[in-house]
């Protein structure tokens, strides 16, 4: 392997010793607590998971040297980037080595298809070293192959069985861990002697509960996209002749465009759990935006940043519906297929959707609707994630804009610019925060291993204090599980978290709203994630979390 | 006015210290070096500014302190932002008030406009100080008025013998420069006893020459393209399954494209310097771009990044002569505006244009020869700015590439995301770099016109050492000038500084390249701009200057 080409700060970083829980700096005993229940559903839950159901809580004492008998580890990436994976990996491994130093850990290529297909390499200290504190999966890279059949259980035990692995940890979101959690239930039925440890990962922060605080990558994904916006909007406040509408990834929860908002301040900010919870249309959103231009500027202010979820246009229910309906209609239609123009297509989709969806699609701009029947996935099914939503809404607010402004109702000008982060800040190099959660999350899993542990989700809380005070610990899956229908099947899923109305986040910011929407500027500017400098700069939680826990 | 919410970094930052060169520290006295001419046209220069051409150097020494007559200075902001125009105007204002506590400054609003319309406010401390180290235009506004009639030199006049002012800085790129220059000869013949000091901006980087090593802010927004550059480049090496596409601000020199890949070391970047001077069309580079992803997949490297700088289309050409052609046929055309149907319009045009114009205008995809067509500015010219050229270089590549896999000679898979980045840049707070070197322009500015001089630029050189060992001093406006063409007459400009294909930093890109596009990763990954820790992590100039001075 070539060396790689570093930045300064690549160097300077690589040399960064995270912060650890006080419990895990010296020998660690393991105090279990009370016995668990799932947050629903806890009959079939149970019956479904007879071995690692109604498990303890864990958490780490400062406790006594003891002999651990030499293990075998395997790692699996998971699905999505996020920053902070790499560290995860780090503190497993010196958690291992610090057990024994004969223990080995090994890394599964690719993501869970790793374990399947037998694609491994043996992390050496010299690999390990050169991915401290760095974003990025390429470590040992990622996938999302699910791990959901037997005979995909039954490749994994064999590879562990050949190289002497007695648990795998799986860092991933909430359907790798469940799946994490039914791999940990069948390995214990079958008696592989093979534990399961599954990692909260995923920048969409929709992976949480009682139990864990946070998944990590959310911190510095909304920092990077917190200092893009903060820059946007000095810019919008410079210029004075823009709105910018700045669409954020997270396609089915908004934790990431409300912490977004709350860092940045922007004049407006949509939260599609309260869309949906309003049943609010796609013009209802519209003139909700448009109340706001027009407000600005009939105070002289023509510029402005709106926030947008990625995942919007989904959790429009009339527009859930039409996509629903669309889909039923033209999966594996021989007749839509076989038509020539696109006129041809738009009629007959109009003459065959539902009264309500009828009117929802001709309501759309030409473009959008076209590329809701068109543009299709392999199995018929409308591509959203193609969808620029914030195009889309520029396009309609633009129209109603010029009704009012022929109406006399709007005398301003608008210019709209379009953006979307979403890439640019999974792989960013892990902010403080996220270098010493994951590092902790890494080092617990190697604990929660070393003590035989399986079905356990590795969890580290009180994140909000520093990180010497933190709690470090495990968590069985099954707690956070509940049933849900997936593909027409009822399956046990851990509960993903949307943003809650009633919760702190979204109450401080809906008590904020109205004067950033309408002064001259209420702007924050965050600015870039510093690692270095006062800590009040360097080390602050998301205030997501803050205001979570009352701080 | 309400105090702004601030992030912790922004009020850490507000109590940074600017370093300054060791000349500017105590009592500052002048030296005059040579006499100097225009780089070229010397004679036409030379007679179109008699009073301020010719006149020599500038350089400071430290000297004995000496009493200074009290002066008033007006302050614009010109174009659009750039990091760091917040510090020349606190530069300016400290080096005054060290000058002469009774010095005044004051800003006109929103550009040059300000000066002609009267708007304005005087910068008191309590301003001055909220606006420290911190990026945007804010604190008095931009604009785009050009200053280029004698009604407005009168204007200006009139304002600044009512408020006392004796001076007035122009914070500009090389259009505004230039205009600057203007009115200084213009002030100068006509005894109105107002100087007029330029300052070189442009994140574009394209104001550089002999004397000026450097625009102010491209230092900066590099930065942070960078840092978006290199996350991005970790997630494709990561997840290994996306081309990034990503278009660079920058319509007029590729410098700020240049500058992003020696800092982050992409598969491909585009300098249209170069595309110009191999005089390539479209295709050409198309098929350059499909030969490194053609050559990668063979390699099972199916990712990869490519920078573009935005004004790539308008340096083609064989696409130049096309818009021309189209801004000829199309501007004020009652014929083409009555027809109704696009399919009439394409004919229209295709029947119109030169056999060259007409194949290029074939050649494209419809989106973009629609766009070129009917999207026209109120001038009927056609939005070249609007064209998204990192999108119709995807398609013309996938359109590529599936035909070379029809031909068996591709086997990879092709996935696109495109990316634009321009606006998350201008604004950003000033790197170290750009707060000590705008920082460091104001106070110098001061300088200059305490010591009545006027028709010069702020310049600061010998940027790649030490702060306190740069030179500080003037450069008369006209040694920069040359004549050019502009709207069909010849005009004494500022030369616009192009990306040199004989200059240190694209001949080391050149060097690299071909490694670049070939291996697995040789990606670099800048991470965010720092302002504490090592002094190589936060005080680095770009990869561009240090090039330039054979560092």
């Not at 500027?297 to 926030?307: D, K, R, S, V």
């Not at 309906?325 to 006129?343: P, Q, V």
Request: overall charge negative.
């Amino acid at each position: 392997m070539k060396p790689m080409t570093k930045s300064p700060l690549q160097i300077a970083r690589s040399s960064y010793q995270p912060k650890l829980p006080a419990a895990l700096k010296g020998n660690v005993v393991l105090k279990e607590g009370a016995t668990t229940e799932s947050v629903a559903d806890q009959a079939d839950i149970k019956s479904l998971f007879p071995n690692t159901y109604g498990m303890p809580l864990i958490t780490f004492e400062t406790g006594v040297k003891k002999e651990n008998p030499t293990v075998g580890v395997g790692v699996i990436l998971s699905g999505g980037q996020a920053p902070g994976g790499h560290n995860v990996i780090s503190g497993l491994y010196d958690g291992l080595k610090a057990l024994n130093p004969e223990n080995k850990l090994y890394g599964f290529l690719g993501g869970p298809s790793g374990l399947v297909d037998h694609e491994y390499i043996e992390l050496t200290k010299e690999i390990v070293d050169e991915y401290r504190n760095t974003g990025g999966f390429d470590i040992i890279g990622s996938g999302r192959t699910k791990l959901e059949e037997e005979w995909q259980y039954e490749k994994g035990a064999e590879i562990c069985k050949k190289l002497g692995i007695n648990a795998i940890v799986v860092i991933g979101g909430d359907d790798s861990n469940t799946n994490a959690c039914v791999l940990a239930e069948y390995y214990s039925q079958k008696n592989t002697g093979i534990q399961v440890i599954g990692c909260p990962k995923t920048i969409d922060g929709d992976l949480k509960n009682e139990m864990i605080e946070t998944s990590f990558g959310f911190d510095t994904a909304c920092k990077v996209y917190s200092e893009l916006i903060g820059n946007i909007q000095r810019d919008a406040n410079s210029a004075k002749k823009y709105w910018h509408f700045i669409r954020l990834m997270g396609r089915s929860a908004s934790h990431i465009t409300l912490e977004c908002a709350l860092q940045s301040q922007p004049n407006i900010c949509i939260v599609y759990e309260e869309v949906e919870a309003k049943n609010q249309t796609l013009n209802n959103v519209v003139n909700d935006i448009v109340d706001v231009i027009v407000h600005r500027a009939n105070h002289g202010l023509n510029f402005g940043t709106i926030l947008i979820p990625e995942g919007l246009i989904e959790f429009i229910p009339a527009m859930k519906k039409l996509i629903a309906e669309l889909n039923d209609l033209l999966a594996h239609n021989e007749d839509f297929n076989a038509m020539n123009t696109d006129e041809e297509k738009r009629q007959y989709v109009k003459g065959l959707l539902s009264k309500e969806s009828s009117d929802v699609y001709r309501s759309l701009p030409k473009g959008i609707a076209k590329q809701l029947t068109l543009d299709r996935d392999p199995h018929g099914n409308v591509q959203v994630s193609l969808i620029e939503t914030e195009k889309l809404l520029i396009e309609m607010v633009a129209k109603r804009l010029a009704q009012f402004k022929a109406e006399g109702k709007y005398k301003g000008k608008f210019s709209a610019i379009n953006h979307f982060f979403g890439y640019e800040g999974r792989c960013a190099i892990p902010s403080n925060f996220d270098a010493d959660y994951t590092y902790s999350l890494g080092y617990t899993a190697s604990i929660l291993i070393s003590e035989g542990k399986t079905g356990y989700m590795s969890s580290i809380r009180n994140l909000t204090a520093p990180a010497t005070e933190w709690i470090a610990g495990g968590v069985p899956i099954t707690m956070m599980m509940n049933m849900e229908k997936r593909h027409g099947k009822m399956k046990p899923v851990i509960q993903k978290a949307l943003v809650l109305l009633d919760g702190a986040p979204f109450k401080f910011f809906a008590s904020q709203r109205e004067s950033w929407a309408d002064e001259q500027s209420s702007y924050v500017y965050p600015g870039p994630i510093q690692y270095y400098g006062p800590t009040e700069v360097c080390d602050q939680p998301t205030h997501t979390l803050l205001l979570e826990q009352g701080k």
